[in-house]
């Protein structure tokens, strides 16, 4: 996440706020409307630490047909309106920064259906990633992708933020699975759009304009996902390494020799401290780790796979390949990875993380400018994450406020850099509101002045879900 | 392809076409611009057998500059005109409909680079699918999407169609490779959408939009390709059944099963008729084939893998299963299926061939429905094709233009079966020319409203490319 300064938007007038708390409870149960300032407060934030923005309302629909009313009733006040899931989001694309109404789809969790013969699952947006994923693998399937936070993050956000995770590596990102959509335009008008075979090429692809349009251009109120036969085997191996740079090689090298893990995670020394002395396996002074986990349907074969992938990081420089004999050790290292981002918050009071991707051969390369970089101004940096796909969550670890003109330089410094060397500034948390003033480092004009005139096409009000993805006008 | 008949558009006026060859004249070089009667009729067709539509003009722009002048002349003179690689389009795509300027990118067909470290190749859109192939293969790496087409279409064409190939089952259609556009708007602007890099979120997903477009939105003038590792072994093998009821059947408890082959091809009884005395190891009398390809980094894993698949088939009453022992038995079994739509041709002197695609658990009903249909009006029908993900190319065979109204009633009823049944009418071959007047049958009235509505937001004068993917306004 970036650290933009909250920032303060126009907010709705009470007369307007009335008038569509009057015309909402037509559609939705008092159970279902909310404005008391505990529930405002609840659903102010997310988990970019961009700042604190509560609704003015929130509205919990359970039916597509109520979703559809309360953006046309929002439409009709001239009131804003903000979809969100589970605001786990690290962009801050569910901040309601001009008020209005919160449109949570949280009740709308229902798995409508999983299906062994065709391979798809048929889910409402509010239900939990992780529960979609035991849902798949109770019958045999497999739901690749797994964001960090798919214990609590919902299938409704992913779509919207195409969320990815470790094993983007193998199997791609949520995009890749999203087959068909019930999708709420921000007038209120309901389509159905894409399709519910594997494949299928009839028109334009609106699935794809939609995923990862950050609730800007409407929200998906079905979603059908492809799922894929469950890989027989898992294994994983830690390999360790004295130092970032020499495992840094050490992924390319991995891929360069056919093989194709589902995830190449790397850990640098300062996120091993993190997770340092709480049981995990990692010797005491080990300058990096990788976790390599790969699938398929024998064990043998994977056996076979792990033991090149050993030799080739031998000869890469590792000091140590361990691999997990046990579902209890596997769970130990994954559990050890999803620590990392808490833990390094205990080395420093705050942190600020950067989920930058270059194309790959550069990961070396920025991991040591990024080094230097915290060294010329006196931060902590942290570098991990899916190394293997280029995608790095770089860290910017500092003591408290006094130090935030340094971090703001460096964010600047970091996606600049990035964006050097060929790479985008998200590879998977989105644009949002924390990066919005950073797009055009990346994108030129005209292409930002294409997706704007896009978005009031699809929603000539800008009601829905403002203030996000494209530059502030002072910025552009 | 379906079988409209051949229609009649209105052509450009001799005026406007004199002002754009002149306007032409000043931006491509005398070799670069034909308008002679030979010219114009080798670029008058594709494979879809939707008609004979000369261009007035053909054009053959080798730079970016070129391609953005001649759209912007056209544009300027109100000239109509189509974008065209190897017109090995099955839709008719591009067929110059209303004439006009056809624009080939066959003449830009350089890779400009395949990347090792990075996974990535770029490309000129010119560039024959194979060659790529090829080009990654000498460096250890694989772009698995395989048209049957690869020796001669293009990826530009690839792109514009989002094409498939049997490899689709296990690694995904074109789009799932393209990370990034160099892309021609319809007014002659440029632009550079998505990345370079194998994972970003940043911005709505405009290569996703233009991936598939059928050269309705602009062209892409380079493509940045994700590569992947080239997995280390392949092993293909030929299962043979008495019924392809029975091998419909064994397919999805092969995928059931947890291997995830990367091609699972099914033969009919008709279609091995088309390929029968040719010396392919066929046993006289089967009622059915399926081709069964498995890769990964291990050969015991992929024999341990084959030996799965061979045990299913057999518990669902495969006859015999044959697996190829080197490469040349591989290389014949391939052959084999490629010779199937050419060797139907040569049963009855005419043959119509439907993409169409079911949720894969339909696929035993479709089939069985497709020969009721065939039995029923007389008509021979063969099916075969990708049937692991539900994609059947369902052919009609028929002796003369006699059988014409029968035929069209065959594809009617075929299509709507399909749509019945949740499928699409098209998987991987695009609408195109062919298809347009059936969208309807698929997508709702306001969904293809909203897609007309972008194609105008892109292409308000709708010169490029017209008459193509959604209906004629008299069938809408």
Redesign the interface.
Known sequence: MTMPSEKTFPRVEPGRLEAVWTALGQTLSSEQLRRDEETRQRYARDESDSGVYPPDIIAFPETTAQVSAVFKACQAQGVPFTPCGARSGKSGGSLSLRGGVMVSLERMNRIRSV??????AVVEPGVITGDLMRAADAV?LFYPPDPNSWEFCTLGGNVA??A?GPR?LKY??T??YVLGLEWVLPDG?V???G???????????????F???EGT?GVATEITLQL?????HVLTALVIFDSVMRAAHAL?AV??????PRTLELIDEVALQAVAGKGYPFPPGAGSAVIVEVD???E???L??LA?VGEVCTRMGATETLVAQNEAQREKLWAARRLVSPGLRALRPHKISEDI?????CIPSLIQQLKALGDRLGLLVATYG?AG???LHANILYEGPHQRPLVEEAIQQMLKLTVEM??????????GHA?RDY?AL???G???A??R??KT?FDPSGLLNPEK??PAPDCF
């Not at 299906?115 to 798809?120: F, I, M």
């Not at 060929?422 to 644009?431: D, F, L, M, S, Y």
């Open positions: 299906s062994v013969e065709n391979l798809t045999g933020e195409n990815g983007a791609g990102v995009r890749d008008e389509l159905r759009v399709r519910r075979t594997l494949k299928g090429v009839a028109g334009y692809d609106l699935v794809g304009l995923v990862g349009s251009l894929i036969p469950r890989p027989r390319s891929l360069a020799s056919g093989v194709l398929g349907s024998t043998e074969g994977l076979a796979e090149q991707v270059v194309p790959r051969s899916h796909d280029g995608n060929g790479g985008t500034i998200t590879g998977e948390h989105g644009v990066k797009l990346e994108q030129a005209p292409v930002i294409l997706q005139r896009l096409f993805i494209f």
